[in-house]
């Protein structure tokens, strides 16, 4: 069974650029959630997606988009990226949404020059 | 909203030492319990859990306990190694009105241990 794949590993932007992160959920997994970790910091919830549409969203801006396609697999966009968006991005997934046991991604290291 | 507070780190500890990591937490509702650890360089692994009150969960020689008379989820090893050495992370799973099970994190407990 392959567990939850993120890439890129590494991506170093500069401001005012936009960023692609990509996620694989594990098989069998329909729910994906994202969530930001600054330095020094625990995760923030930034939304999840279930079976294709936005599940729920937590205190992100709108320059802080996803996709999730028919095979769950899923894609944060951050427009117009800004120093403070400088983070690792995990990404989790979970059968469904609701409680499930959620299953990490290695993460993507993002800094913002 | 829902919260999690952690014990300030960092924590160093001799090996074999007796672990403990503070976590308190507050919640509207009743929420699942966890402990995540995450290691250098890697992404988060569930640790342990626990999804309602007086439930111990455990791993790896780990415990918690989920106690609502204090709101507390404290996490306790009687022998560390130096293979524990990572940040350890308390988080609830929220109830929302999107039924996301999203998870709201404390700010991370790094754990040193020494030879």
């Known amino acids: 069974e392959t567990g939850v794949t993120q890439s890129p590993t590494h991506l170093i932007k500069t401001r005012g650029q936009q960023v692609t992160l990509r996620c694989s959920s594990q098989s069998g997994h329909n729910t994906v959630s994202w969530y930001q970790q600054a330095l020094g910091q625990g995760p923030q919830f930034i939304f999840q997606?279930?079976?294709?549409?936005?599940?729920g969203r937590g205190n992100f801006p709108p320059r802080f988009s996803g996709l999730q396609f028919p095979n769950y697999s899923s894609e944060l966009n951050v427009n117009a990226l800004e120093l403070d968006d400088s983070a690792l991005y995990l990404c989790?997934?979970?059968?469904?949404?609701?409680?499930?046991?959620?299953?990490f991604g290695p993460g993507t290291r993002l800094t913002v020059l | 909203g829902d919260s999690v507070t952690q014990m300030e780190g960092p924590v160093t500890l001799s090996e074999e030492a007796f672990l403990t990591i503070n976590c308190t937490y507050t919640?509207?509702?009743?929420?699942?319990l966890f402990w995540y650890v995450q290691y250098p360089g890697e992404g988060l692994q569930l640790l342990l859990k626990?999804?309602?009150?007086?439930d111990k969960g455990s791993n790896k020689g780990f415990e918690a306990t989920y106690r609502k008379e204090t709101t507390s989820f404290h996490l306790e090893k009687g022998s560390v190694q130096v293979s524990d050495s990572a940040v350890y992370f308390c988080a609830l799973s929220e109830e929302d009105s999107s039924n996301t099970g999203k998870l709201i994190f404390g700010q991370g407990t790094t754990l040193q241990v020494k030879p």
């Open positions: 989790a997934s979970s059968l469904t949404s609701g409680g499930d046991e959620q299953f």
């Open positions: 997606y279930y079976r294709e549409e936005e599940n």
């Open positions: 626990a999804t309602k009150a007086d």
């Open positions: 919640a509207t509702g009743y929420p699942s």
